[in-house]
């Protein structure tokens, strides 16, 4: 059965990967599974069709036969369960861990470094904007260095490479621009090593590719593999 996940028809970001559908495409990449990519408007993204896809209007989602998924942490994990192996180690307890590391990237290191977006691009003109955003980096920080010190000289969040380090290193590059990420040499090396793998790559160059291409109509599908 053909997969087909849904993308930006011209991304936010523009292109530098820091969208949630890059992280899907890491993981269909990182799994070696074919699929395909329809872009969605900002204006169809909020019509039925999609929200019977995605009851809160948002990108990406998941397809596949009669499985339709959203939230881009239940979808990676679908990926990493479907295709044993290259995602999620054989052992039930190093499975059991990578899991836990999906949910820490969300849950626990992913909402302050939202917070620092959400201040510096939608708060910018309260007068209490500077006060808040020394405030949230303090925040950030308080994790990043928990999250450092875990990492230690470790190539990886837990032995070998899985959908916890995917997930933990698509967080933590939303941080770049900031400059935080730079105050904790051992995560920047960390998230380079996530950029440098060769799935990541073919993913980042399939999402710049759609942003730098002439605007085509929506909800037209595009092949991967």
Same mark, same amino acid.
């Given at each position: 059965?053909?997969?087909?996940?849904?993308?930006?028809?011209?991304?936010?970001?523009?292109?530098?990967?820091?969208?949630?559908?890059?992280?899907?495409?890491?993981?269909?990449?990182?799994?070696?599974?074919?699929?395909?990519?329809?872009?969605?408007?900002?204006? =169809?993204?909020?019509?039925? =069709?999609?929200?019977?896809?995605?009851?809160?209007?948002?990108?990406?989602?998941?397809?596949?036969?009669?499985? +339709?998924?959203?939230?881009?942490?239940?979808?990676?994990?679908?990926?990493?369960?479907?295709?044993?192996?290259?995602?999620?180690? =054989?052992?039930?307890?190093?499975r059991a861990r990578a899991i836990t590391w999906m949910f820490a990237a969300l849950?626990?290191?992913?909402?302050?470094?939202?917070?620092?977006?959400?201040?510096?691009?939608?708060?910018?003109?309260?007068?209490?904007?500077?006060?808040?955003?020394?405030?949230?980096?303090?925040?950030?920080?308080?994790?990043?260095?928990?999250?450092a010190a875990r990492l230690g000289d470790a190539e990886w969040l837990d032995g070998?490479?899985?959908?916890?380090?995917?997930?933990?290193?698509?967080?933590?590059?939303?941080?770049?621009?900031?400059?935080?990420?730079?105050?904790?040499?051992?995560?920047?090396?960390?998230?380079?090593?996530?950029?440098?793998?060769?799935?990541?790559?073919?993913?980042? +160059?399939?999402?710049?590719?759609?942003?730098?291409?002439?605007? +085509?109509?929506?909800?037209? =599908?595009?092949?991967?593999?």
């Amino acid at each position: 059965m053909t997969i087909t996940i849904t993308a930006f028809e011209r991304s936010p970001d523009g292109g530098k990967g820091l969208v949630r559908d890059t992280r899907v495409r890491w993981a269909l990449e990182e799994a070696g599974l074919p699929y395909e990519v329809r872009l969605v408007s900002f204006r =169809a993204m909020k019509e039925a =069709a999609h929200l019977a896809l995605h009851p809160f209007g948002q990108i990406p989602t998941y397809e596949e036969g009669d499985l +339709a998924l959203f939230e881009t942490g239940a979808i990676v994990l679908h990926i990493a369960e479907r295709q044993p192996g290259p995602l999620f180690p =054989a052992d039930a307890n190093a499975r059991a861990r990578a899991i836990t590391w999906m949910f820490a990237a969300l849950n626990t290191i992913e909402p302050p470094i939202l917070e620092l977006v959400i201040v510096k691009f939608t708060e910018g003109d309260k007068p209490w904007k500077d006060e808040r955003l020394l405030l949230v980096q303090d925040r950030v920080r308080a994790r990043l260095t928990q999250l450092a010190a875990r990492l230690g000289d470790a190539e990886w969040l837990d032995g070998g490479f899985s959908a916890g380090d995917l997930l933990m290193v698509s967080v933590l590059l939303r941080l770049r621009s900031s400059g935080l990420l730079s105050e904790f040499p051992s995560l920047a090396a960390y998230v380079a090593r996530g950029e440098a793998r060769p799935a990541y790559q073919r993913a980042f +160059a399939a999402q710049l590719a759609i942003n730098t291409a002439p605007l +085509a109509a929506g909800w037209g =599908a595009t092949p991967r593999h």
